[in-house]
């Protein structure tokens, strides 16, 4: 198994849009990216942690490679929105892929100047690529939220 994060605004949605892809065996909620130790949802909606809301997914590379993860992931939210996706706006809903091994980050990078010279998006695509860093796993009422709910998708 290997592990993926992705930061792509509201965690509830991408979360059930990773969580159900084949070969994704796992998926969770939480925060990664910030200042601040052990921190819950009312300390990054602050905006002063700077962590991202991520979806940590765990796959199995033999069903589903890293580039179709990278694929769902540039598909499923607007990566040219500075800390913004829809009607939620801050730096915890930043475009943001951490990356776990040199080959995620080199295949990250190059996957982000694809995309962005491919024309797909009429702006510059703002997606920060970080090295994975302290990953702190949501609150449990976060974890997958909308499947909870019977709802299959948020706004994104």
């Not at 925060?31 to 940590?56: F, I, R, S, W």
């Not at 702006?123 to 974890?143: G, K, N």
Request: glycine share 8%; proline share 4%; net charge negative.
């Amino acid at each position: 198994m290997e592990k993926a994060t992705f930061g792509a605004g509201c965690f509830w949605g991408v979360e059930e849009t990773f969580r159900n892809v084949q070969g994704v065996i796992k998926t969770s909620v939480g925060y990664m990216g910030g200042n601040l130790g052990h921190p819950t949802y009312k300390d990054v909606c602050t905006d002063h942690t700077g962590h991202a809301e991520v979806v940590q997914v765990e796959y199995d590379p033999s069903k589903v490679a890293y580039s179709d993860l990278l694929k769902v992931f540039w598909e499923k939210h607007d990566p040219t929105t500075l800390n913004r996706q829809g009607p939620d706006y801050g730096t915890q809903y930043r475009s943001v892929i951490f990356f776990h091994s040199p080959e995620q980050e080199a295949a990250a990078r190059k996957s982000k100047a694809e995309m962005d010279a491919s024309g797909h998006f009429r702006r510059p695509i703002v997606t920060a690529i970080e090295p994975a860093a302290e990953y702190w796993i949501a609150e449990d009422y976060h974890q997958q939220y909308l499947a909870k709910r019977g709802i299959s998708h948020c706004h994104i």
